[in-house]
């Protein structure tokens, strides 16, 4: 407890940009609606920067190649958590937070509610055990918004398969995973979304890639950019 709270006055920069995250299953179209956010933003002349999870920085990409290649998951869910978190750590500190501080806006494809989706319930991980974990890799840090893009699962599949033109060889630890498992990660994002309704919002991605960005973009102006002054800056 001591570590967390010597990190806590380490970690905790006055915060001014807006934070939003893209979460959902595989093929949802996060990476894709990212670009979106961030041309739309950067025309709008805000200062906008993406990233994404795991990875975002030097090390945390390191820990991304050992994570997706499989070879962490014979040390099960908590200690793949553990290394998510590891990794997070790192792309807080070194990427997400100083941007914030410095007033730019940060759009990251995936970040903690992945852990608690996938690790967590795929792997039956206690809650307060995942809780401890945000605790350590985020302090205080919560997106201002984060999107959850709803897909039925078939349907990731088949947008993900053609995107590899089914060269089933190049799918990742997860993506290999079956349909049972893709299924319980939808399912925890809405019950995520379901707990934290004022951070997230769900959108069905079912529609165009024009329609997807519509929605996300009416979203984003009306929870984030129409945000009084008071709310959206971010003190300690
Ligand atoms: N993970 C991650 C954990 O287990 N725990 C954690 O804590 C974290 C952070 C990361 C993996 O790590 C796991 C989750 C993941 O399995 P990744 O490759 O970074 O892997 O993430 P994925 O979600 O697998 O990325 P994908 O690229 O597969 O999915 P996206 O980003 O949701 O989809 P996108 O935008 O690349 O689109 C997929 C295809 O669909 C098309 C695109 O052109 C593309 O071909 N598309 C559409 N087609 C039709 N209609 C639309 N509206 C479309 N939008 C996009």
Redesign the pocket.
Known sequence: MTIVAQDSQMRSPVRRGAFITLE?G????????ARHILQRLREMRIAAVGT???GGSPDAETLRKL??SGDAEALGPAAEAIL?AAARIDHVDKKIAPALAAGTFVVC???AD??RA??GATGRLDPRFLRALDRVALDELRPDLTVI?DLPVEEARA??A??RNDNLGDR?R??REGLGFHQTIREAYLSIAAEEPGRCVVID?R???AE?SRAIWATISRRVLRKPAAESAHGP
Do not use: I, M
């Open positions: 959902g595989e093929g949802a179209g996060k990476s894709t609606q994404r999870e795991p994570l997706l998510f494809d995936r970040f992945s852990t996938y690790q893009l947008r993900s053609a995107r990742d997860f993506e991605a529609g165009t890639e997807v």
